[in-house]
């Protein structure tokens, strides 16, 4: 029968997931052009960025062959850690991957159907769904889909991740990606190279802002986006353990809660004052509008064979498991299937603009996020612009803030004394606070 919270759960999903969205297209690329074209260093990124999508694009539409044998065992490994399958098809992709004839031939099917992937669809039946209870209690739908979509789609969908993450890293080594810098006088650098021991030149080698560059970089920016074929990650891993280099989502977490404390520390001792925001999304992956993903893609260069079939990998007909076998098939207008690559890829494309647009917006300050969880702090006054162009970038998305676990804390020094600041735990929304309310949860 299901827990009541399942019921909850499913009819705030089904109103979100079977509705069409109400957003502006047009909007939404005349936001873009205010963003990716205010400056020549930014169009000039763009136009890269664009032709790197594009060329990957068409000749990835072109091939003859696809994937080997050796690319199977990346793409059911990927699949077998994402949730996804159900016991019974795990056993049998395992079973497929133990017998050389047998793969090899799942591996030619595969290649006939990415030959005529315009002609793909999903069953007219429609896909089969289920409610899972995670570990936090909440619920969340699964597609059951046929084991050799799920393998063509998790190969796509690997392959257009790693495109994308490399053509945003591109994009966040030009000069279009503006890099917190302190103006240091020439006379404190000389004192400084004479107490270090160090040359003045070789003084931004060594600073906090180069440190918080090189730590976003490496395990905050688009750090669901593999960059590798083989170095795939789950979104919502409580439980993933990977052997590469990238911390897992886990470890990713705590080590941004030890960056939170450390920078408030930094900030109370040198500046006296310390503001940090924190923020999600409301239901983000259900909620997400078509229109927006195929607007950004599309903006970023994607060639029209391929946004063709990612609308129709979207609108996926689907049918509960939980109603019997009278159950009735009705089609996603919203919303990215849960637990897939390209879902994945899709949501990190939207969300890039916001990382851009605050940066653009704060002279370099860091959003630090997490799939769609988000954290923002430094001075007040830069927390204020942030939190406007957050706030600006979800109204043009079509998305929704989750008040409950939004919240902004305000620290200070001991050294300072200040009749207007609030205690460190934040109070109820004054009415000229433009930063948001609530406490900051964890």
């Known amino acids: 029968i299901g827990r009541s919270e399942m019921h909850e759960q499913r009819a705030t999903w089904e109103s979100l997931v079977f509705t069409e969205a109400d957003v502006d297209g047009a909007a939404i690329k005349a936001y873009l052009d205010s963003l990716f074209k205010a400056t020549t260093p930014s169009q000039q990124a763009l136009k890269q960025l664009r032709e790197a999508v594009r060329t990957f694009g068409n000749d990835f539409a072109s091939k003859k062959s696809w994937l080997e044998v050796s690319d199977l065992k990346w793409v059911s490994d990927s699949l077998l850690k994402s949730d996804l399958l159900t016991k019974e098809k795990m056993a049998v992709l ?4 133990r017998n050389p004839a047998v793969a090899q031939e799942v591996a030619d099917v595969l290649n006939m159907r990415l ?9 007219a039946e429609g896909i089969p769904v289920e409610m899972r209870r995670q570990l936090n209690g909440k619920y969340r739908v699964f597609m059951d889909e046929d084991l050799l979509d799920g393998l063509m789609l998790e190969y796509l969908g690997l392959k257009w991740s790693v495109t994308f993450q490399s053509a945003f890293t591109s994009f966040l080594n030009t000069p279009a990606w503006k890099f917190l810098r302190e103006q240091i006088s020439r006379r404190e650098m000389s004192r400084r190279s004479r107490f270090t021991g160090t040359n003045a030149k070789g003084f931004g080698t060594t600073s906090v802002n180069d440190h918080r560059k090189e730590t976003y970089k490496q395990d905050y920016f688009m750090s669901l986006l593999p960059s590798s074929v083989d170095a795939n990650m789950n979104p919502y891993g409580e439980d ?5 280099a990238k911390k897992n989502p886990l470890e990713t977490k705590h080590s941004l809660l030890h960056l939170l404390i450390t920078e408030s520390l930094l900030y109370t001792s040198l500046h006296g004052r310390f503001t940090a925001i924190r923020s999600d999304f409301k239901w983000f992956g259900p909620s997400l509008s078509h229109t927006t993903i195929l607007v950004v893609l599309e ?3 994607v060639p029209q064979l391929w946004l063709d079939f990612f609308h129709k990998f979207l609108r996926t007909p689907v049918t509960f498991v939980h109603d019997g076998s009278g159950a009735s098939r009705r089609i996603r207008n919203r919303g990215i299937p849960m637990s897939h690559a390209l879902s994945t890829c899709f949501g990190e494309a939207v969300l890039f603009c916001m990382d851009f647009a605050v940066n653009q917006s704060t002279d370099g300050a860091y959003l630090y996020r997490l799939h769609d969880d988000f954290w923002f702090w430094g001075h007040e006054e830069t927390c204020v612009k942030a939190w406007a162009t957050m706030e600006e970038f979800t109204k043009v998305m079509g998305l929704e803030i989750n008040e409950e676990k939004t919240g902004t804390v305000r ?9 207007q600041s609030r205690p460190s735990g934040s109070q109820e929304k004054e009415e000229s606070d433009p930063l948001p309310g609530g406490d900051i949860r964890w």
Not at 115 to 123: E, F, K, M, R, V
């Open 94 to 97: 395992k079973e497929f991957m």
């Open 299 to 301: 903006y970023f260069g």
């Open 240 to 244: 993933t353990e990977l052997d590469n």
């Open 411 to 419: 620290l200070k020094g001991k050294d300072v004394e200040d009749q």
């Open 115 to 123: 030959a005529s992937l315009d002609n793909w669809s999903w069953p």
